[in-house]
Each structure stands twice: as structure tokens, then as C-alpha cells.
């Protein structure tokens, strides 16, 4: 089965600095990867999405992520993060036709 | 489009009452999906349907929990009896994968507290 390990569970960073959200998963076959974004009392909201193609894919809010599949890894970054980016991340991977898997979070703090 | 909508969005009950979950699903989507997120354990996906059909309940708790889907565009999460430990927040998420669109659209979530 599918898994998925987001390494660091909090990343304090400050205001205007850069960030990366590591992730790793499991399976080497043919999965779509994604990162979803949930800010308190919310639900999920897509980030962005890998599922073919260029291996460097943007998202909204000027976030961006890699997949490189031979360290089977989708990290997250952003050059310049904001206060208003304070919210806990998700990765999620699936195989087609099974539902997503999602690691277990990274609460994101920006710090003024 | 309205997004999936869950009812309620949170809900306090006490210990051995019924608690019915709700899910309107995005229209057209044919996935649906209940995760429940707690501290502990982050995200589990309770149960998906594809085509109002049940795929996979493997990880509904035990057999106080239930979901259906009477109808293509609603579902339903019954816990029967509730217990304390059944306290966290609820969602759920439809796709529509044979558009190409893999990704699952989620509802605000609804948080449930047992006493």
C-alpha cells in the first residue's frame, strides 16, 4: 500500500524567508502527487498537482514543487513566504483508481 | 459551483447518542470520499464510493460506524453509538477522475465533539 512521509511536522520560519516542505512516498510505480494547503478551521484546498510532465510544478500563492522520482520525493518550497502562509500542508499521493493518501502534515509558522 | 457541502459544521452531542454526518457532493463528481482527521492520527480515509457503490470500507472504525449514498449527489456518516473517542473533525471529498481531474475537492469539514 501506499504511504506517504512528510518529515518534519512543524517548520517555524520567518517573514520573507525561503521555505521548503519535504515529502517523501513509498510506491515507484506511476502515482500522482499532490499538496494541499488546510488553514485553521478549514477544509483542504489544492495546492498543485503533479501528474504528468514537466517535474517542476506551480501552484497557487507562488508555491512550487519538484517530483523526483528516483529519490521518490515531491518537496514544496517558496521563495518568500508571508504571515498570511501559516496553515498546516499536506502531501498526497495515488495510483489510479484508489483514493488519496495523505501524510501526516506540516504545521507551516511564520514568524514576523 | 457550490463545492461540497457538509452539515453540520460542528456537532456536540453526548455519549450513546446516534450522529448523522452529511455530504452534498459537487455535481457530476462520482467519487466520494469520508476521511477523519484527529491529532494523532492525521488523515484516515474512513470509506470511499465510486458510482454510489461502497469500494472500500476497510477503514471504517468498527460497526458503529455507517455511510451511504442514497443518491449520486448525497451521502451520509451514522455512528451509532457515539463514543468520546469518536470526537474529531469529519470530511468529505468527491472526484470526478474520468475527466483527468484526479484531485478530491473537500468540504469545510464538520467537527464533532462527544461528551
Known amino acids: 500500500a501506499q504511504s506517504v512521509t512528510q518529515l518534519d511536522s512543524q517548520v517555524p520560519v520567518f517573514e520573507e524567508a525561503p521555505v521548503e516542505l519535504r515529502c517523501n512516498y513509498s510506491?515507484?510505480?506511476?502515482?500522482?502527487l499532490f499538496w494541499y494547503v488546510q488553514y485553521p478551521n478549514q477544509g483542504l484546498q489544492l495546492l498543485l498537482k503533479y501528474l504528468s510532465g514537466s517535474t517542476l510544478v506551480k501552484g497557487i500563492n507562488g508555491f512550487e514543487a519538484e517530483f523526483n522520482k528516483s529519490q521518490t520525493s515531491f518537496h514544496l518550497r517558496k521563495p518568500s513566504v508571508h504571515i498570511s502562509d501559516t496553515a498546516e500542508y499536506f502531501c498526497?499521493?495515488?495510483?489510479?483508481?484508489?483514493?488519496?493518501?495523505f501524510g501526516k502534515g506540516t504545521r507551516l509558522s511564520v514568524i514576523a | 459551483d457550490a463545492g461540497v457541502i457538509q452539515s453540520p459544521r460542528h456537532e456536540v452531542t453526548e455519549m450513546g447518542q446516534e450522529v448523522t454526518l452529511r455530504c452534498k457532493l459537487i455535481?457530476?463528481?462520482?467519487?466520494l470520499f469520508w476521511y477523519r482527521q484527529t491529532m494523532m492520527r492525521g488523515l484516515e480515509l474512513l470509506i470511499y464510493f465510486n458510482n454510489n457503490v461502497p469500494i472500500d470500507d476497510s477503514g471504517m472504525p468498527e460497526d458503529r460506524f455507517s455511510a451511504k449514498m442514497p443518491n449520486a449527489s448525497f451521502s451520509t456518516l451514522k455512528i451509532q453509538p457515539s463514543e468520546p473517542r469518536d470526537s474529531a473533525v469529519y470530511f468529505c471529498?468527491?472526484?470526478?477522475?474520468?475527466?483527468?481531474?484526479?484531485?478530491?475537492?473537500f468540504g469545510q469539514g464538520t467537527r464533532l465533539t462527544v461528551v
Open positions: 455535481s457530476g463528481h462520482n467519487s
Open positions: 471529498a468527491s472526484s470526478f477522475p474520468v475527466t483527468g481531474r484526479w484531485e478530491a475537492f
Open positions: 498526497a499521493v495515488l495510483q489510479r483508481n484508489t483514493p488519496l493518501v
Open positions: 510506491s515507484s510505480v506511476s502515482v500522482y
